[in-house]
């Protein structure tokens, strides 16, 4: 079953303290992986899309990268700012047209 | 830029009525929008995907009935729910994707928050 799943569901982190947030998926013929920042009542706010395993992509403290079998969001040295549900989502070879998200990832940064 | 707007921001309806919710695409044609519901706590789920000029399509256990999609022109999409009760009560997002030439990327409005008493 085409899945995508999201790791860990909560993450708490003082300010500072880098880490990564995990997204698996497994689908057949991946056409595009997109990471979105959600704040609590808010649609979601598209960050990233990577298309191909090894590549990468940066903004300010958010660092993208993709396997064949997973992405992480890395990052790096956290503002409280950054606290928000990072979703994960994926565009595959049986529904061209659409995005399949996993569950998210609710990110608390502590100053 | 690429803006999505939505329309009421937030609802209060009472059992049995139905409710419009409007979604416009601000700055972009939108050759596709999709409809998702939120549950609390819980991840995007996609109700609809509808095209300018032709029928929505749903997803599987989405009833076409009760949830009806017009999306009249590239810049409006509607999601009218019907004889709303108050399990329908959630938070419903749209989003748009731009002109199929371009690389593939869905732009999300606020959201609408609908409670059903």
């Known amino acids: 079953e085409d899945q995508v799943t999201q790791s860990p569901e909560a993450l708490r982190l003082q300010e500072g303290e880098s880490s990564s947030l995990n997204c698996s998926y497994t689908?057949?013929?991946?056409?595009?992986l997109f990471w979105y920042r959600q704040d609590p009542g808010k649609g979601p706010e598209f960050l990233f899309t990577?298309?191909?395993a090894g590549e990468e992509k940066e903004k300010e403290r958010l660092k993208a990268t993709l396997t064949k079998k997973e992405s992480f969001l890395h990052i790096t040295a956290p503002k409280p700012e950054d606290s928000a549900t990072y979703l994960c989502?994926?565009?595959?070879?049986?529904?061209?047209?659409?995005?399949?998200f996993g569950t998210g990832t609710l990110l608390a940064v502590q100053p | 830029g690429a803006v999505v707007s939505q329309h009421p921001s937030r609802v209060i309806c009472k059992s049995g009525t139905s409710v419009k919710i409007e979604c416009r695409s601000l700055?972009?044609?939108?050759?596709?929008m999709f409809w998702y519901r939120q549950f609390p706590k819980q991840s995007l789920m996609l109700m609809a995907t509808?095209?300018?000029?032709?029928?929505?399509?749903?997803e599987q256990g989405v009833e076409k009935d009760k949830f009806l999609i017009n999306h009249a022109s590239l810049t409006l999409s509607t999601l009218t729910v019907t004889s709303a009760h108050p399990e329908d009560s959630s938070f419903y997002i749209c989003?748009?994707?731009?002109?199929?030439?371009?690389?593939?990327?869905?732009?999300f409005g606020p959201g609408t928050r609908l409670t059903v008493t």
């Open positions: 689908v057949s013929g991946l056409r595009g």
């Open positions: 509808s095209n300018e000029g032709s029928k929505a399509t749903y």
């Open positions: 989003s748009a994707r731009k002109d199929s030439r371009v690389p593939y990327e869905q732009y």
């Open positions: 990577l298309y191909s």
């Open positions: 700055d972009f044609q939108a050759t596709t």
């Open positions: 989502a994926v565009r595959y070879g049986g529904a061209t047209n659409k995005l399949i």
